[in-house]
């Protein structure tokens, strides 16, 4: 059984309709990539996932819970968090202040704590008293993911994790998905970067205007097909 | 020797400012709720305190921890149930709505109290004063002005030492990614409005004890609240007890020069630090 899928998910904002019948599914310990471009419904995707924006009941599912109707607390509540586009840290927060707001909703006794959060971010460590404004675009990502983590999720949502980041630090981020796969969390990641999202996913999405045009395991999807999809032009 | 007694008197006076002000700075910082209603509302909470008082024989000090549960179930309410109605990108409702409140709340006093002003019984310990040197200082302005700094000290390790207060300034900063985190913001609202309205019921409990009052004096103090605030700098605690001290002293300094100055010379302090200082004397980073 699934851990979490979306069946026939539509999203409007107001009279502009965004996704048009979306159908994905996540299984336990897997890493699914939804790629596309801008305006392709990525990020509404996550939007609709987390709970911030509305949708009908069964449209989102979590395990058998009909949760498309809940909000973004509730479903938190659940063991999904999420890693906003743009980081969205709190700046009237320290750095630990924001590891550590990530547990409001939901605690737990699992593997991520501050202290492993530290120690798969090391430099966190050293800012840790530091106003999060201060810190660097990678390590303002990393306080993202660590607070995202310190909830113990059983779905962690990575929206453009590597927006705006030097191709070294995505490489540096990238670097801590095995570890989270391997405490217990199943990834959905949206990502523009296509070779990093076949690289690290075990099943890719291709979305293009609301709807998935193409999905599969990387080694099963050549260039050809990708780009058709992603473009919706013959190559 | 007189101006170090006018001096030590605005003060103390400024304490109570500070304590109508705490409440409004509170929900202010939050929310970015500007309560009209807060004067009447420290007016109310006074006469909650002369019903328990006259009603189950209380003193005040005691029916005031009684009020307090009262007041925070109201706050709460209020907020969860009105109050939060009108919170969004527009900041007309919120006015128009607390105007509405304070309009309503005037006249159910009106019509309960009467225009009769009241006052809350006192005893001896509340009329006693303490010799500094040549100034003698009443201990209840004193009283005032200490909880003034216990109502800071205490609203300061809310914010900065617990839970609760990370989520504070986290919905303050970001409601939707709050709710990220498993925040309910319209939760977090109503429990902020519920302790801004215990900080009001101790201002009413020193409004009550310090002078009359009557349903119509709340608009007044709204504006020393006010005027408190903003002297300080949105959202700073520390500040708002500056403002209330600056407030205070302008005002006893005025009054001591020509008592038709007092409110004037008040309301004069204020307009120079917005002319000097238009975001106060500590201006939080991110406005």
């Known amino acids: 059984m699934a851990l979490l899928q979306t ?6 904002y107001g009279d502009f309709q965004a996704l048009f019948g979306v159908d994905i599914t996540l299984a336990e310990a897997e890493i699914i990539a939804i790629i596309g471009a801008n305006g392709s419904g990525k990020t509404t995707l996550m939007r609709s996932i987390s709970g911030l924006l509305g949708n009908f009941s069964n449209m989102v599912r979590f395990g058998t819970i009909p949760i498309g109707d809940w909000s973004a607390d509730k479903i938190m509540g659940l063991g999904v968090a999420m890693v906003p586009e743009g980081r969205k840290l709190f700046p009237s927060l320290s750095v630990e202040e924001n590891l550590l707001i990530g547990t ?3 605690k737990t006794n699992g593997y991520w704590k501050l202290d492993t959060v530290f120690e798969l971010f090391p430099i966190l460590r050293e800012r840790r008293n530091n106003p999060s404004t201060t810190l660097s675009g990678g390590q303002q990502q990393m306080v993202a993911i660590g607070r995202a983590l310190m909830s113990n999720p059983r779905v962690l949502l990575c929206d453009e994790i590597s927006l705006g980041l030097a191709p070294i630090v995505v490489k540096d981020i990238y670097k801590a998905v095995p570890a989270i796969k391997a405490a ?7 990502e523009q970067d296509i070779g990093q999202a076949m690289a690290v996913a075990d099943r890719v999405y291709c979305m293009m205007e609301g709807r998935v045009t193409l999905s599969g395991t990387p080694n099963n999807l050549s260039r050809a097909e990708i780009h058709n999809a992603y473009f919706g032009a013959v190559a | 020797m007189i101006w170090v007694d006018t001096i030590a008197q605005g003060i103390l006076l400024g304490g109570l400012y ?6 409004l700075s509170l929900v202010f910082g939050i929310m970015r709720l500007v309560n009209l209603a807060h004067g009447d509302l420290i007016v109310m909470g006074a006469y909650l305190i002369l019903v328990l008082v006259t009603f189950l024989g209380l003193p005040p000090f005691l029916a005031v921890l009684i009020a307090m549960p ?3 179930a109201l706050g709460w309410s209020l907020q969860k149930f009105i109050l939060n109605r009108t919170l969004g990108n527009d900041v007309l409702p919120p006015l128009l709505v607390t105007f509405g ?3 309503i709340l005037q006249n159910v006093l009106l019509e309960s109290f009467s225009a009769d002003s009241q006052r809350l019984p006192t005893d001896v310990l509340t009329t006693a004063s303490i010799d500094v040197g040549p100034i003698s200082l009443g201990v209840m302005p004193l009283l005032a002005f200490a909880s003034a700094i216990f109502v800071i000290v205490g609203l300061n390790q809310l914010f900065y030492k617990t839970s609760l207060g990370r989520a504070f300034r986290a919905t303050s900063d970001d409601p939707v990614t709050a ?6 913001p319209a939760n977090i609202f109503a429990t902020a409005t519920g302790i801004a309205m215990i900080v009001v019921i101790i201002a009413s409990l020193y409004l009550g004890l310090r002078s009359n009052f009557d349903p119509n004096i709340g608009p007044a103090r709204l504006i020393y609240a006010f005027e408190a605030v903003i002297i300080g700098g949105l959202g700073s605690l520390w500040g708002t007890l500056l403002g209330g001290v600056i407030i205070g002293v302008a005002q006893t300094v005025g009054a001591a020069i020509n008592p038709e100055w007092q409110i004037l010379t ?3 302090a204020f307009l120079s630090v917005l002319l000097f200082r238009p975001r106060g004397l500590f201006p939080r980073a991110n406005d």
């Open chain 2, 70 to 72: 009262i007041m925070f």
């Open chain 1, 104 to 106: 409001y909703g939901r």
């Open chain 2, 101 to 103: 409140l304070s309009i």
């Open chain 2, 266 to 268: 008040g309301h004069l």
């Open chain 1, 184 to 190: 217990g969390a199943s990834l959905i990641i949206v």
């Open chain 2, 179 to 184: 709710s990220l985190m498993g925040i309910k």
């Open chain 1, 7 to 12: 069946e026939n998910l539509l999203a409007f």
């Open chain 2, 18 to 23: 500070a304590l109508f002000a705490a409440g």
